[in-house]
């Protein structure tokens, strides 16, 4: 069977590849706190049913957000003839929260010309929909191969895939020996595949003070000038430093080609008013004050050096201010992955990216996280990509979208990896 067949069946599905996508986006799953995730599941499992697929449902009890109220809910179909490898599509169905400053309803999904409007949209319900057509148009114009093709939709990524990933990798999900090939239709662009992603660790670190009245502040020990200090510490040696360290992976945008530090948040002090309070502040010297930090490494750096930077830092610090004491509380960790740039599923895609756009592919590495952590990390499973339509700027803003014809190529180069593998 040529290619001109599988590419065929592709095309003859554009109507349905809108509608399909359109459906996705009108189920608001919002996360936190993971609304409507059974209903996505349930809808996507009538669809592949229909189609052949075995579903199973799998919900991560005890995961981070599991509750009867809001229940970790994950869908995993699966197909196969004979024997053969395993090609896997993930997405995960969970989306962002709306934010402010649309124009168009959020969970419409409006199609205005080329482009599908909605929280979701790229980010990535237009690839879990891409993902679907492509093995849908396979089955129908491929009707002698052999193995088996897989279909999840996931969980949780946006708070770190931890109720679905994450768990379904530690239950043998994607076990070597059950899963070959695993691509991830996150919006990278259609022409791009992603190998992987740095590397990140969050903490908390808290600088401990004195309270006494504010009139008297000598009488107490500012935590929040301690936490300057450390502030100022950082400014004038950690980032210099930082700026240092640069990769061979290809991250994109450039800036992330260095390791990176960013101050999420700081508190100190009393704490914000409620709502609607109109008295003053009572006047208190800090005897807490607290920073989160996000660190993005790189895949030539140790995260035990990551974290005895910041302890430099700290441990100067103190030796500078008899009286400073702080802490510091690991709150979440990844190690950068990156797939080989001759890994079978990397191989077929760039193979099925010229076919389809006439084209080489971009090779690319992610500046942020992704679930194929889990996948690399937990299941063992190193011929992993991310590869999908969308623009990853577009996610998480406000009218947000995706182009119909981003999705039907990519859907064409996905179709054209399964022809390939299988």
Same mark, same amino acid.
């Given at each position: 069977?040529?290619?001109?067949?599988?590419?065929?069946?592709?095309?003859?599905?554009?109507?349905?590849?809108?509608?399909?996508? *359109?459906?996705?986006?009108?189920?608001? +799953?919002?996360?936190?706190?993971?609304?409507? !995730?059974?209903?996505?599941?349930?809808?996507?499992?009538?669809?592949?049913?229909?189609?052949?697929?075995?579903?199973?449902?799998?919900?991560?009890?005890?995961?981070?957000?599991?509750?009867?109220?809001?229940?970790?809910?994950?869908?995993?179909?699966?197909?196969?003839?004979?024997? =053969?490898?395993?090609?896997?599509?993930?997405?995960?169905?969970?989306?962002?929260?709306?934010?402010?400053?649309?124009?168009?309803?959020?969970?419409?999904?409006?199609?205005?010309?080329?482009?599908?409007?909605?929280?979701?949209?790229?980010?990535?319900?237009?690839?879990?929909?891409?993902?679907?057509?492509?093995?849908?148009?396979?089955?129908?114009?491929?009707?002698?191969?052999?193995?088996?093709?897989?279909?999840?939709?996931?969980?949780?990524?946006?708070?770190? =895939? !931890?109720?679905?990933?994450?768990?379904?990798?530690?239950?043998?999900?994607?076990?070597?020996?059950?899963? *070959?090939?695993?691509?991830?239709?996150?919006?990278?662009?259609?022409?791009?595949?992603? /190998?992987?992603?740095?590397?990140?660790?969050?903490?908390?670190?808290? +600088?401990?003070?004195?309270?006494?009245?504010?009139?008297?502040?000598?009488?107490?020990?500012?935590?929040?000038?301690?936490?300057?200090?450390?502030?100022?510490?950082?400014?004038?040696?950690?980032?210099?430093?930082?700026?240092?360290?640069?990769?061979?992976?290809?991250?994109?945008?450039?800036?992330?080609?260095?390791?990176?530090?960013?101050?999420?948040?700081?508190? =100190?002090?009393?704490?914000?008013?409620?709502?609607?309070?109109?008295?003053?502040?009572?006047?208190?010297?800090?005897?807490?004050?607290?920073?989160?930090?996000?660190?993005?490494? /790189?895949?030539?750096?140790?995260?035990?050096?990551?974290?005895?930077?910041?302890?430099?830092?700290?441990?100067?610090?103190?030796? *500078?201010?008899?009286?400073? $004491? !702080?802490?510091?509380?690991?709150?979440?960790?990844?190690?950068?992955?990156?797939?080989?740039?001759?890994?079978?599923?990397?191989?077929? +895609?760039?193979?099925?990216?010229?076919?389809?756009?006439?084209?080489?592919?971009?090779?690319?590495?992610?500046?942020?996280?992704?679930?194929?952590?889990?996948?690399?990390?937990? =299941?063992?499973?190193?011929?992993?990509?991310? !590869?999908?339509?969308? /623009?990853?700027?577009?996610? $998480?803003?406000?009218?947000?979208?995706?182009?119909?014809?981003?999705?039907?190529?990519?859907?064409?180069?996905?179709?054209?990896?399964?022809?390939?593998? /299988?």
């Amino acid at each position: 069977m040529s290619d001109h067949a599988i590419l065929a069946a592709v095309d003859a599905r554009r109507q349905d590849l809108i509608g399909l996508t *359109q459906d996705l986006i009108r189920i608001p +799953t919002l996360n936190p706190p993971g609304r409507k !995730y059974r209903e996505i599941c349930d809808y996507l499992a009538a669809r592949l049913i229909a189609h052949g697929f075995q579903v199973e449902f799998i919900r991560a009890r005890g995961a981070p957000g599991d509750s009867d109220l809001h229940p970790r809910w994950n869908l995993v179909a699966r197909v196969e003839r004979g024997s =053969g490898d395993c090609v896997h599509f993930n997405s995960h169905h969970d989306v962002v929260e709306v934010g402010h400053g649309w124009t168009r309803d959020p969970f419409g999904g409006e199609l205005d010309g080329d482009r599908i409007y909605g929280r979701g949209a790229c980010d990535m319900k237009g690839g879990l929909a891409a993902s679907i057509i492509a093995a849908e148009a396979f089955l129908n114009a491929k009707p002698d191969w052999q193995g088996a093709i897989e279909i999840s939709a996931t969980a949780d990524e946006e708070t770190g =895939g !931890y109720g679905g990933v994450a768990y379904l990798a530690e239950r043998g999900y994607f076990s070597p020996d059950r899963v *070959q090939h695993v691509i991830i239709p996150e919006p990278l662009h259609k022409d791009r595949i992603c /190998l992987g992603h740095r590397g990140v660790w969050w903490a908390e670190i808290e +600088t401990h003070g004195r309270i006494a009245h504010g009139s008297m502040p000598f009488l107490g020990d500012s935590a929040i000038r301690h936490m300057g200090a450390v502030l100022s510490e950082i400014e004038e040696r950690l980032y210099p430093l930082l700026a240092t360290k640069h990769t061979a992976m290809p991250v994109v945008p450039e800036g992330a080609r260095q390791s990176t530090l960013n101050i999420n948040s700081i508190h =100190g002090g009393e704490a914000e008013p409620e709502a609607g309070y109109t008295g003053l502040p009572a006047p208190c010297v800090a005897d807490r004050c607290r920073i989160i930090i996000d660190r993005r490494f /790189l895949i030539e750096e140790k995260l035990t050096e990551v974290k005895a930077e910041m302890v430099s830092v700290l441990e100067r610090v103190k030796s *500078q201010r008899p009286s400073f $004491h !702080y802490e510091i509380r690991d709150l979440f960790e990844v190690q950068p992955v990156m797939a080989d740039r001759d890994a079978p599923v990397v191989r077929s +895609t760039a193979a099925a990216i010229e076919r389809v756009l006439a084209r080489s592919a971009d090779y690319v590495v992610s500046p942020g996280t992704y679930d194929q952590k889990h996948i690399d990390r937990i =299941g063992r499973l190193q011929n992993c990509i991310a !590869y999908g339509p969308g /623009l990853l700027h577009l996610a $998480h803003q406000p009218d947000e979208w995706v182009g119909v014809q981003d999705m039907l190529d990519s859907a064409k180069v996905m179709a054209l990896v399964l022809d390939d593998l /299988l």
